[in-house]
């Protein structure tokens, strides 16, 4: 019986030192959802700057806001800027 314990633990033993990868990529965007009457936002934000806001109106096309070198100021896209997998699996 000690044998057998003793094979457990030395078989156990690497596996408390196996390192943890991180449950958040930081390159990774975070995206955050946001509603109003007429519109859905989704704002993608890396590493805490916002890289462009996806505007899904209830009626009509979807466009993307870009934001511009000034402040405040924003540059309207029919298309995402950012290179980031984005495949459709269902749409109905």
Known sequence: MKKLLLTALL???????AEVPPLVDENEPQITIFHSDDNTYYEYR???????????????????????????????????????????LFRW
Do not use: C, M, T
């Open 46 to 88: 890396i590493n805490g700057a916002l890289k462009e806001i996806k505007v899904v109106p209830k009626n009509g096309k979807e466009y993307y806001l870009v934001p511009a070198p000034g402040e405040g100021e924003f540059i309207r896209h029919d298309e995402s800027q950012l290179l980031i997998p984005k495949w459709v």
């Open 11 to 17: 078989l156990l033993s690497p596996l408390s030192f």
